[in-house]
């Protein structure tokens, strides 16, 4: 058996940080988002004040989104 300690649960904050950085990700690479049970494109985003406040614009909508509302889909390995 192995003596090792679980690892600590990431925070909410961690989490939230690692989705921006997929939002990113997706951005850079073209890569289609969920939002509202769709597939979209990442047009831009902008950080105010850090990552707690990122705003993205998906292509074809007017109105920012908050991160929170965006979906990364798994892409195929």
């Known amino acids: ?15 939230a940080d690692q989705h ?4 990113h990700r997706a ?3 073209a890569r289609p988002v969920g939002y509202k ?3 979209r494109f990442i047009a831009g ?3 105010h004040k850090g990552d ?8 074809g ?5 908050a991160p929170t509302e965006i979906t990364i889909l798994e892409q195929p390995q």
């Open 1 to 15: 058996m192995s003596a090792r300690k679980p690892e600590p649960a990431e925070s909410p904050r961690e989490l």
């Open 45 to 47: 985003f902008c950080w």
């Open 37 to 39: 049970g769709l597939n």
């Open 27 to 29: 951005k850079q690479l």
């Open 20 to 23: 921006d950085l997929r939002l």
């Open 52 to 59: 707690a406040e990122m705003t993205v614009y998906i292509e």
């Open 61 to 65: 909508l007017a109105e920012p989104v």
